[in-house]
């Protein structure tokens, strides 16, 4: 089986591949001028250049494929041009990488965005898998945990918003790349939805002093009211003035993100590592350890 692959040289996209490889699939990655293939240098990859806002070029880059695995954000409104394209290049098997943050409490606008276009991919008509991860971890090309660590590296004490005890439940993205290869592998999986979270949900706290454990270092906790935080970093983007935090990134962090994936398990498999061995993983390649 050939499988089409978006978001291939993206964060996600770089464990996505080999595996794919590793199970027997042929793989052909669309990327762009701009892409970084570096971290992808197996020969046997075949890659296209294209774009998936352009669904008449990105159907004949699809074009003599068996599957679309769609790494891409569905954040940017592009779903309607993939699934035409799709449909165009006769593939009818799709695995899709949302996100569980379209459960969100928080008016924020992806949400909207991603909300359609996972009712765009459930009315298709494609035999579609959507896969919805919570916050992504697993090295210094995640968004998420790295900053932290960086920040907790260097720091004795940490300022945490709010009380520190609404749940996360950050995934591995190794477990996450497994997750793809296995849900398009399975009868089980198709037209269905599954949320994937790591093995068990923490506080934020919990995940502070975690990663503190792993650094062998004792990290003060400084908690903060988060109110007043939300106030003036919503008042500095009123004005366009730059900030290392966002306000919504606070809003975020206190409310619960904690999510079962026993369905997964039960259809394909899903066995997620803990947090403290996945954030090792992590420490050990951007670190040394």
């Given amino acids: 089986m050939k499988v089409f692959v978006t978001g ?7 464990y996505v591949v080999p595996l794919l490889l590793e199970a027997g699939y042929e793989v052909r990655c669309l990327y762009r001028e701009t892409s970084d293939r570096s971290h992808l240098s197996q020969p046997e990859i ?7 806002s ?53 008016n924020a606008g ?8 996972e009712l765009a991919i459930e009315t298709s008509g494609l035999t579609y898998t959507i896969l919805r991860p919570t916050m992504i971890y697993g090295s210094d090309g995640d968004r998420n945990m ?33 997750a793809v290869v296995s849900s398009l592998g399975s009868d089980k999986t198709s037209r269905k939805s599954y949320n994937l979270a790591g093995r068990e949900a923490l506080s934020y706290d919990q995940v502070i002093d975690t990663i503190a454990r792993q650094l062998k270092k004792c990290i003060w906790k400084i908690h903060v009211p988060a109110g ?3 106030a003036m970093l919503s008042f500095l983007e009123r004005f366009h003035i730059p900030s290392p935090i966002k306000a919504e990134q606070v809003l ?9 994936y026993e369905e997964a398990r039960m259809d394909f498999g899903f066995q997620p ?17």
Wanted: include cysteine.
């Fill in 146 to 178: 790295c900053r932290l660590i960086r920040w907790l590296r260097i720091l004795p004490f940490f300022p945490v918003f709010g009380d520190g005890q609404y749940l996360q439940q950050p995934i591995f993205v190794g477990d996450l790349a497994q």
């Fill in 8 to 14: 291939a040289t993206g964060f996600t996209g770089t």
């Fill in 54 to 106: 352009k669904p008449e070029a990105l159907a004949s880059a699809m074009q003599g494929t068996d599957a679309l695995v769609n790494i891409a954000s569905l954040g940017f409104g592009h779903a309607d041009s993939i699934i035409r394209a799709a449909h165009k290049a006769g593939v009818q098997r799709a695995v899709f990488i949302s996100t569980t943050a379209i459960f969100t409490r928080l």
């Fill in 252 to 260: 975020r962090l206190n409310e619960n993100k904690n999510f079962s």
């Fill in 46 to 52: 075949e890659w296209v250049l294209g774009d998936v």
């Fill in 228 to 230: 007043p935080v939300i």
């Fill in 273 to 289: 590592c803990s947090f403290s061995d996945g954030i090792k993983l992590e420490l050990d390649q951007i670190m040394g350890y």
């Fill in 110 to 117: 992806s949400r909207k965005v991603r909300l359609a276009a």
